[in-house]
C-alpha cells in the first residue's frame, strides 16, 4: 500500500536532461538506482498563469525502496516533490 508524503525535497539531477539521480528527504539522501516509470501531466485547460505542468517519476533507491516524486514546472517557482512511498 502505497504512503501519502507529499513534501518538498531536493533533487540532484543525472547527465540526462531532467532526470533524477538522487534526493534528500528528511535529511537522508536516497540514490536513485533505477527509474521505473516517467509520464508528464499538462494542464491546457486553465489560463496559463494558473497551469500546473508536472514530470512524475517512479524511482527505485539504492536501500530497495520504491518512491513516485514530480518536479513541478508551472509558472512561478519550480520545484521537486516527494508524492508517496510506494514500497520497500
Not at 521505473?36 to 527505485?60: F, G, K, Q, S
Amino acid at each position: 500500500m502505497a504512503e501519502f508524503i507529499d513534501e518538498e525535497i531536493e533533487v540532484r539531477l543525472a547527465g540526462k536532461p531532467g532526470l533524477p539521480e538522487a534526493f534528500v528527504w528528511r535529511g537522508t539522501e536516497y540514490e536513485i538506482v533505477e527509474v521505473l516509470e516517467v509520464r508528464r501531466i499538462l494542464d491546457l485547460r486553465t489560463a496559463w498563469w494558473r497551469r500546473r505542468h508536472r514530470d512524475y517519476y517512479v524511482v527505485r533507491t539504492d536501500s530497495g525502496e520504491t518512491f513516485e516524486l514530480y518536479h513541478h514546472r508551472g509558472p512561478g517557482k519550480r520545484y521537486w516533490v516527494l508524492y508517496r512511498k510506494l514500497g520497500a
